[in-house]
């Protein structure tokens, strides 16, 4: 199988997976679809040397290029705290928990919803998140 094929079977495996995620970090859908496009884009130029194990490769450029985008927009942009006017399945209460989880998450630091992110949505262990964030195990569990 070719690069170019092992790249686009990853991308249609855990596309879907990777744009949940990086909208848990940055809380917005469309800077989400953004967010996994640049990552994406950064991740091919490298595919070669990540093929063997390109999820935590990825994961760590999300997180990073996420991190860097809120540095860069924290000056220019102001979101607002209206969600969009459209229905949702699972009713109010479905909507109220969303609009719970993404208010908590909003509230936090990038570095602290990226630790939030990786450990609980993501499922990793302490250990995992430390190493993709490049800090001690200690820092983990305090962040979270």
Known sequence: MSPADSFDDFVAARYVALVRAAYLLVGH???AEDLVQTALAKVVRRWER???D????VRRVLVNESV????RRRWREI???LPPDRGSPGGEAAVADRLALRAALAAL???QRAVVVLRFFEDL??????ELLGCSSGT?????
């Open 29 to 31: 859908r469309q800077d």
């Open 50 to 52: 990540i093929e063997g």
């Open 54 to 57: 390109p999820e935590r490769y």
């Open 68 to 71: 860097s985008r809120w540095r």
């Open 79 to 81: 979101t607002t705290d």
């Open 109 to 111: 630091s990038p570095r």
């Open 125 to 130: 262990s302490v250990n995992e998140v430390a």
């Open 140 to 144: 983990v569990k305090s962040q979270t």
